[in-house]
């Protein structure tokens, strides 16, 4: 069974609009992180936020923002103003059992 | 201060051949991380090492082979190549096993198996 699951293989957002990416998972513990890593063209994978379960406040960097909803086992990442250079794949990430477990991945466009 | 290198960045080799795929950090974390991305599963845990001579196996270790005689690096050996070992190789690095620590990733290596 999928631990992380991305529903989303693709989406797009107009320059300076809003875009959410979905991401649930699956876990039996009760403390865990979460986290979201952007891959541009480069390849280089490069962490975006992070969200430590018992913290009921949602994660905020910069643009980027989450939201964690425990009990659904959710946690959506939104890119407010996006910008060109945000375009990449966005990968959503589970850490159990001290490893990190990855979905498959949103390809995000963004036009101008 | 070069922080994770990986090489060779591009290799091609034909089944049934050997290959290294290096990993070097300069930050001298515990723990090191090799995962493979393909297309539909995203990124998955070959093999992990908690220090020099510690190694333990991920999700998906079949068909590879690592050490770490040294704390800075990683090397992961195919020791006979197959075609559904083409993928891009990532190697991580942290300072420990605790999540609050972040991974910090290597450029990958694009591995063809022709």
């Known amino acids: 069974a999928q631990t992380v699951t991305q529903s989303q293989p693709e989406m797009s957002v107009q320059e300076a609009e809003t875009v959410t990416l979905s991401c649930t998972y699956d876990?039996?513990?009760?403390?865990?992180?979460l986290f979201w890593y952007k891959q541009p063209p480069s390849r280089q994978m490069i962490l975006v936020i992070r969200?430590?379960?018992?913290?009921?406040q949602n994660a905020t960097e910069n643009r980027f923002s989450v939201n964690f909803q425990k009990a659904a086992k959710s946690f959506s990442l939104k890119i407010s103003d996006s910008q060109l250079g945000d375009a990449a794949m966005y990968f959503c990430?589970?850490?159990?059992?001290?490893?990190?477990?990855f979905g498959t991945g949103t390809r995000l466009q963004v036009f101008p | 201060d070069a922080g994770i290198t990986q090489s060779p960045r591009y290799k091609i080799t034909e089944t049934g051949r050997q290959v290294t795929l290096m990993c070097h950090q300069t930050?001298?974390?515990?723990?090191m991380f090799w995962y493979r991305q393909d297309l539909g599963h995203g990124l998955r845990l070959i093999y992990y090492?908690?220090?020099?001579?510690?190694?333990d196996k991920g999700e998906v270790p079949d068909g590879y082979v690592v050490s770490r005689s040294k704390t800075e690096n990683f090397p992961l050996t195919l020791e006979s190549a197959t075609r559904s070992q083409t993928s891009v190789y990532f190697c991580?690095?942290?300072?420990?096993?605790?999540?609050?620590?972040?991974?910090?990733f290597g450029p990958g290596t694009r591995l063809t198996v022709t």
């Open positions: 991580a690095s942290s300072e420990s096993r605790q999540p609050s620590h972040e991974q910090y």
């Open positions: 969200q430590e379960a018992y913290k009921q």
């Open positions: 930050w001298s974390h515990s723990y």
């Open positions: 090492s908690a220090a020099a001579d510690i190694t």
């Open positions: 990430a589970l850490y159990r059992t001290d490893k990190l477990i």
């Open positions: 876990t039996s513990e009760s403390d865990y992180y």
